[in-house]
């Protein structure tokens, strides 16, 4: 049916393993950009920055980095399919994911 609409059988998985990346990637952005908002002091006249701003952003671009890095790790001993973007053993010829051809 997917082929019938102009996509390959590889079409499908490619998209989704985008779609995933799209989601993580705006997870960090809110992560990173909910320390800066909670950095600032809008009680003041003017507002400003708090007296721990500087810590309160660092945090955020760690946790948010961290949960980058963890996303993008394989597992040891194991490759990543390049048409469907999952993990597979590194001996595999076909992947058991979506069946494409190894080399």
Request: proline share 9%; charged share 15%; glycine share 10%.
């Amino acid at each position: 049916m997917q082929e019938a609409r102009g996509m390959s059988a590889t079409a499908a998985p490619l998209q989704r393993v985008e779609q995933r990346r799209a989601i993580i990637l705006t997870i960090v952005f809110f992560i990173f950009g909910l320390s800066v908002i909670l950095s600032f002091d809008f009680g003041e006249t003017p507002p400003g920055f708090r007296p721990d701003a500087g810590t309160t952003i660092v945090f955020g671009g760690l946790v948010a980095g961290i949960i980058y890095a963890a996303t993008r790790q394989t597992p040891r001993g194991q490759r990543m399919c390049p048409a469907c973007g999952r993990a597979i053993p590194m001996d595999s010829l076909l992947c058991p994911h979506c069946g494409l051809r190894l080399p």
